[in-house]
């Protein structure tokens, strides 16, 4: 198994909502990273989990809670969100910290997430 | 602050001809360079690397080049082909951080 897997493929929520993004590898990568990409725009990092463990949060908002259960799995859970949040929202692994260079990260395929 | 810049944001070329997509950075630690591939609703796609002690990787159609002391980087593809057309992102990496992008090119490749 070489792939991200990422749930929903899109989702549509309101602001007093709650839901959760679900990101799943089978790699044995013990890194993994949420991005978000706005429309014409290069994806930008929000999140990296490294042995499971918080290493990075570029100062997301707390409306943005991540999550890693364990090494295969890693949610990015959404509440009270704002419009302008709306976005494609990526999620990937790589071996380890450094990134795995032989083979750079593996992204997902992305949830497409509206907020009305 | 764009750590990691490509300047044009589209490129049209002729099938068959090489296409040339270029980036520059700013951030002399940068360790590793990058290449991703990306079609509309779909992630990114790894292509390409290039440690910064190299100053050439090639593989297959595509080759990157690494200019340190101007902080540039290309990459080539040759021959092109319709199937290339996608958003390219050039990315940057150092160690115990993670992939900083640059903003993309968009290549068109006419048959």
């Known amino acids: 198994d070489t792939e991200v897997t990422q749930t929903p493929k899109h989702l549509v929520m309101g602001m007093t909502n709650k839901k959760s993004l679900k990101c799943e590898q089978h790699m044995g990568h013990r890194a993994m990273y949420w991005y978000k990409q706005k429309a014409k725009k290069p994806p930008e990092l929000m999140f990296v989990y490294s042995y499971e463990k918080l290493s990075i949060n570029e100062s997301v908002p707390s409306r943005f809670s991540p999550e890693c259960p364990n090494s295969s799995l890693l949610n990015l859970h959404l509440h009270a969100l704002q419009p302008e949040d709306s976005a494609l929202y990526l999620c990937?692994?790589?071996?380890?910290?450094?990134?795995?260079?032989?083979?750079?990260?593996?992204f997902g395929s992305g949830t497409r997430l509206t907020v009305v | 602050d764009q750590q990691v810049k490509q300047n044009s944001p589209s490129l049209s070329v002729q099938e068959g001809r090489i296409s040339i997509l270029n980036c520059d950075y700013t951030?002399?630690?940068?360790?590793?360079f990058l290449w991703y591939k990306k079609y509309p609703a779909e992630g990114p796609t790894f292509l390409i690397s290039?440690?910064?002690?190299?100053d050439k990787n090639e593989d297959g159609r595509f080759t990157v080049f690494l200019n340190k002391s101007a902080k540039h980087l290309s990459l080539h593809i040759v021959p092109s082909q319709p199937g290339d057309s996608a958003v390219y992102f050039c990315?940057?990496?150092?160690?115990?951080?993670?992939?900083?992008f640059g903003s993309g090119t968009r290549l068109q490749v006419q048959p």
């Open positions: 951030n002399s630690m940068f360790d590793y």
């Open positions: 990315a940057a990496l150092r160690t115990r951080r993670a992939l900083t």
């Open positions: 990937a692994s790589s071996q380890d910290w450094t990134g795995g260079l032989n083979y750079g990260y593996t």
């Open positions: 290039i440690s910064s002690i190299k």
